[in-house]
């Protein structure tokens, strides 16, 4: 079960080839505006998710796929974190999504430069990947609840039935994996360290996967976990506990004490895929579509592909 990661893994390894070399611009139709219904006046949703120039494609189909399932739309709101606040992804943005206005946050890779440990993936060890852990101290104060959103998904029900989970006192909500073998996160040095491994100790814990999570963002904020999630960071320096990047310091902090969702909320796209099933994790579906080699899962994704051609930047 731990290969339930692997669509994901796969979305972050192979996608960093197709604009990055050439820096080629890809354009983007415009999306239609999407309108309030009735009573929604009250109605407010964050939603945060990384914005990186190779995985934009995947980053214009998740929002669209939102906004279009949205009873409020117009009560959407997007804070994009990156990396380097690039003025053309913006208005690339803006462009494609005319209607709708959007937040820009830079993530300073500093945060992180020096608390990354080489992973097995090298796609996995990007400062961006780490992000999520800073959203509580870089979203504004007035943002109380935040719905963090991997790029590589695609929602296709009302998100504002996410957004209303009662977290009951948690920080953090997410679908989890309790048939998923938890041991495999981990190293034999953290197993066998009864130190480290005690932090699991009257817990059950589960894995979930942080590329869909409600989070609250005070709580977080007055409890320290970002800086909690950093000492295991640390602790990985030094001994090596676990294989993947910014996942399982998240787990050390949180597993066994998060508000399960339903797993609707974040359906990995290794097959079996049904109709009917809410967010979708996929991989690189839009590499499989260019090359005429889809599976079932891409015919999904791509209603919401909004993508049109590339052209080659003359300059970078
Ligand atoms: C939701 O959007 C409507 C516009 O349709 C706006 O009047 C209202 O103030 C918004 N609500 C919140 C809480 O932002
Ligand atoms: C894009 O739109 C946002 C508002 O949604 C605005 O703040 C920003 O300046 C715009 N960016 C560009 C490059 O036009
Ligand atoms: C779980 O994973 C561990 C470590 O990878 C392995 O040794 C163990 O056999 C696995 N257990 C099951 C039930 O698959």
Redesign the pocket.
């Known amino acids: 079960m731990?290969l339930s990661l692997l669509p994901l893994l796969g979305l972050l390894s192979t996608i960093l080839l197709p604009y990055a070399a050439a820096a080629a611009v890809p354009s983007f139709r415009e999306a239609p505006a999407f309108c309030n219904g009735a009573a929604c006046s009250s109605h407010v949703v964050h939603v945060m998710m990384p914005l990186d120039t190779n995985y934009i494609r995947g980053t214009m189909a998740a929002v669209l796929s939102v906004l279009q399932h949205s009873t409020c739309p117009e009560n959407v709101t997007f804070h994009f974190l990156s990396v380097h606040l690039n003025v053309e992804i913006s208005s690339l943005i803006n462009s494609t999504f005319p209607f709708h206005a959007f937040k820009m946050y830079r993530f300073d890779p500093g945060r992180v430069s020096g608390k990354i440990s080489k992973s097995v993936r090298h796609a996995l060890d990007q400062p961006l990947n780490y992000a999520r852990i800073y959203m509580a101290d870089i979203l504004p104060a007035s943002v109380k609840r935040v719905i963090y959103l991997d790029s590589d998904i695609i929602v296709v029900d009302d998100i504002s039935k996410l957004w209303g989970v009662d977290l009951e006192g948690k920080v953090l909500a997410a679908p989890e994996y309790c048939h998923a073998?938890?041991?495999?996160y981990f190293t034999?040095a953290f197993w066998s360290d009864r130190m480290l491994a005690g932090v699991f100790e009257g817990k059950r814990a589960c894995y979930f996967n942080t590329g869909v999570m409600v989070v609250d963002v005070e709580r977080w904020r007055r409890g320290g976990y970002r800086r909690k999630v950093e000492e295991w960071m640390e602790v990985q320096k030094h001994k090596r506990i676990y294989h993947l990047g910014s996942l399982p310091p998240i787990l050390l902090v949180f597993a066994g004490n998060i508000k399960g969702v339903e797993h609707r909320w974040n359906q990995h796209g290794l097959g079996g895929f049904t109709r009917g099933q809410s967010v979708c994790c996929i991989g690189a579906a839009w590499l499989r579509l260019d090359s005429r080699r889809p599976c079932s899962v891409d015919y999904l994704w791509a209603p919401y592909d909004l993508y049109r051609s590339s052209r080659v930047a003359l300059e970078e």
């Open positions: 731990a073998n938890f041991t495999s034999e």
